[in-house]
């Protein structure tokens, strides 16, 4: 099964959550969690770190990841893992493909003009652990 993880990154007050616009599909142009692939010679959390610094910047001292969820995609044979964190200060974003930006998180998800992923950001924010 292919592994990917999403990365849910709320700012230090937890009002902001940080978004991505996909820059190639699916969900060309779309809001979404920032995340990756997880490579075969990586630990889940390996690859959320990984990814976290690649596409933001933002670094293990500036935030710690939990993960709160597995989302199984039987039929298309992916495992998508979901991390939350709070940002611990401000921090300079780096963007390396996608743009990134800080959105309310009173922000309707399932509004798919907007975002990503058929509404499955709303639930994954409605989720006990988050």
Known sequence: MKKYNI???FDKTEKKILVCERAKDPFKGKLNFVGGK?????TEDEAAYRE???ETGISKEDIHLTRVLDLNYYMSNL??????GK???DVI?????????????????????????NCNMEHILRTKNI
Do not use: H, M, Q
């Not at 997880?38 to 990586?42: A, T």
């Not at 009173?106 to 992923?117: K, P, V």
């Open 7 to 9: 990365i849910v990154i």
């Open 38 to 42: 997880v490579e075969p010679d990586e």
């Open 52 to 54: 976290l610094v690649e």
């Open 79 to 84: 495992e998508l893992e979901v991390y939350s």
């Open 87 to 89: 940002l611990k200060k």
């Open 93 to 117: 974003l780096v963007e390396e493909v996608n743009k990134l930006l800080w959105v309310d998180r009173t922000e309707n998800f399932c509004d798919s003009d907007r975002f990503a992923g």
